[in-house]
Nanobody, 123 residues
């Protein structure tokens, strides 16, 4: 396993969660990274991406202003702070490492994927 996502769980609407993604066996400090999610019966969708230095970020419109992506290259880790959660945020969240130094909004831009962590938001 090279990317391990964790931090998911069950939370009420309006609540918060912090997802973590830790890399093992190799460093991804020179790679852009991102978060995607997949709800039951739906396609995997982009959530957020971050460049290799952490200075460049991108968000899906549905989460902008509520979610914050960050990374700590010294710990080979990436995070997703999720606030004001809504039932429609319910999904399996996946972290991924990009092929380039900058994150991408397209799944095809990533070549390493974590196993996913379940986030369930109750109304």
């Amino acid at each position: 396993v090279q990317l391990q996502a964790s931090g998911g769980g069950l939370v009420q609407a309006g609540g918060s969660l912090r997802l973590s993604c830790v890399a093992s066996k190799r460093t991804f400090s020179n790679n852009g990274m991102g978060w995607f999610r997949q709800a039951p019966g739906k396609e995997r969708e982009f959530v957020a991406a971050i460049g290799w230095r952490g200075g460049t970020t991108s968000y899906a419109g549905s989460v902008k202003g509520r979610f914050t992506i960050s990374r700590d290259n010294a710990k080979n880790a990436m995070y997703l702070e999720m606030n004001s959660l809504k039932p429609e945020d319910t999904a399996v969240y996946y972290c991924a490492a990009a092929r380039s130094s900058y994150g991408s909004r397209e799944a095809g831009g990533y070549n390493y994927w974590g196993q996913g962590t379940q986030v369930t938001v109750s109304s």
